[in-house]
């Protein structure tokens, strides 16, 4: 958090750029209600960094309290799971980092003739991170669904035959997850997860192997 709170220039811009970007083409700005909104939205910025910066540890951490308990062949596997997870998260934020100006915009058409579009700064980094999360969250489903095949609860011939139900259920969670409630940002966040059930598939098939 420390860190976090001294690099917050940088950060704030990061997780705010795609807002800051449509408010400067509307000419609209943030709003702050309080005296003291700014040294809490420094506090929320410096806890996602720190949280951040400190999950390579936390990972470390329950790899080594787990790892005596594990067989030589589920330690090879979470050797590939481990950086897997890691990477589908980034994808997932990367995308929704991609996805958010294109909802912010939807959102903005929406704002009312002879109206000046004043957001509230602290919710809307609330609402920025939000989205964050959802679509990195739920780019894990490979992740998932791996753990439910190593625990017997599914297989790769029934994922193969439940693929439309299965597509049904994406785009249903898709749906839930987004909190901008748009249907761009669904499709940016289903199409993917589509994709990545049948990624699980093939990664299922290979840990029965």
């Given at each position: ?6 690099y ?8 705010l750029?795609p807002a ?6 509307q ?6 209600t ?7 939205l420094?506090?929320q910025v410096?806890?996602?960094g720190?949280l951040?910066?400190m999950m390579?540890?936390l990972?470390?951490e329950?790899w080594?309290?787990v ?8 330690r ?6 481990a950086p897997?997870?890691?990477a589908?998260?980034a994808l997932g934020v990367?995308?929704c ?7 912010l ?6 704002v009312?003739p002879n109206t000046?579009?004043?957001?509230d700064?602290?919710?809307t ?9 959802a679509?990195g ?5 490979p ?6 095949a ?5 297989n ?14 994406t785009?249903?969670l ?9 249907a761009?940002?669904m ?9 990545l059930y ?5 990664l299922?098939?290979?840990?029965e192997s």
């Open positions: 958090m420390v860190a976090a709170w001294v917050f220039d940088q950060l704030y811009s990061f997780l750029q800051i970007k449509i408010l400067n083409k000419g609209g700005t943030f709003l702050q309080t005296f003291a909104a700014g040294f809490t420094r506090m410096a806890l996602i720190g951040v910066l390579p540890l990972t470390l329950f080594l309290f790892a005596p308990g594990l067989t030589k062949r589920e090879r596997a979470v050797y590939f799971v897997l997870s890691i589908l998260f990367t995308l980092y991609i996805a958010m100006p294109r909802a915009e939807w959102f903005v058409s929406l009312p000046t579009l004043i957001p700064i602290s919710r980094l609330v609402f920025m991170v939000q989205m964050y999360l679509f969250v739920m780019f894990e489903m992740v998932v669904l791996m753990f439910l190593k625990i017997g609860l599914v790769s011939r029934m994922m193969i035959r439940l693929w439309r139900e299965a597509v049904v259920a785009a249903f898709a749906a839930l997850a987004t909190p901008s409630n748009d761009f940002t499709l940016m966040m289903a199409v993917p997860m589509v994709f049948f990624l699980s598939i093939i299922v098939r290979w840990m």
